[in-house]
């Protein structure tokens, strides 16, 4: 079956520690995505990749940083600067950027303390 | 600025009744538009989507939407909700101007009454 896969569901981390979340699709889909959710907030766009090698940042990217050196993965790094990265992180791709609709995996919970 | 607004926070209705979320987007031309279902702890399940042409779109598990270009709404509609439709939905709009990016509405959460 295609989809996105986002591991681990749950991740645990101490304040001052970087972190990478994966993100992989089996979709052969170009366009891979990174959103943050938080309560009542909806869902905010950190990182955007169209192709290989290409990303732009989205309206939160401070504190993230992104990869994009297959098609298939698109992992992102929460980084020591992230002023408040608890949240729930989600991962989307879309075939086309500009007609796509985009899919989105099932979420990374991060909880740093 | 494009932004999108889901006016209610939380709805409750009973099983079997109908529904509609209601959903108003800022935006200077026709944009793409969207509605999402999320579960608890789950990622986003595509519902429907408007791009162009027939303004009442059908999408799955028995909803519906209607584009109304002069309210600027696309608001999601179900004739009888079932139990199984409680969750978090979202509309969203796509910009079709350059970014191709997607604005999320901050959601309305159903609860459905047995």
């Known amino acids: 079956d295609g989809g996105i896969t986002q591991s681990p569901k749950y991740l645990f981390r101490k304040e001052g520690q970087n972190v990478t979340l994966s993100c992989e699709q089996n979709l052969n889909h170009d366009a891979m995505y990174w959103y943050r959710q938080d309560p009542g907030q909806g869902l905010r766009l950190i990182y955007y990749?169209?192709?290989?090698?290409?990303?732009q940042k989205g309206d939160i990217a401070e504190g993230y940083s992104v990869s994009r050196e297959k098609k298939e993965s698109f992992p992102l790094t929460v980084t020591s600067a992230q002023k408040n990265p608890t949240a729930f992180y989600l991962c989307?791709?879309?075939?086309?950027?500009?007609?796509?609709?985009?899919?989105f995996g099932p979420g990374t919970r991060l909880t740093v303390t | 600025a494009q932004s999108v607004t889901q006016p209610d926070i939380h709805i409750t209705v009973s099983e079997g009744a109908s529904l509609e979320l209601r959903c108003n987007y800022s935006y200077g031309a026709t944009p793409y538009l969207f509605w999402y279902v999320q579960s608890p702890g789950q990622g986003l399940q595509l519902l429907l989507k408007?791009?162009?042409?027939?303004?009442l779109v059908q999408g799955i598990k028995g909803f519906e939407a209607e584009f109304k270009r002069s309210q600027s709404s696309f608001n999601l509609r179900k004739p009888s909700v079932h139990w199984s439709d409680a969750a978090e939905y979202f509309c969203?709009?796509?910009?079709?101007?350059?970014?191709?990016?997607?604005?999320f509405g901050t959601g309305t959460r159903l609860k459905v009454l047995a």
């Open positions: 989307a791709s879309s075939r086309d950027r500009v007609r796509g609709e985009q899919y």
């Open positions: 969203a709009v796509g910009d079709t101007s350059g970014t191709y990016k997607y604005i």
């Open positions: 408007y791009f162009s042409g027939d303004t």
């Open positions: 990749s169209q192709i290989v090698n290409d990303f």
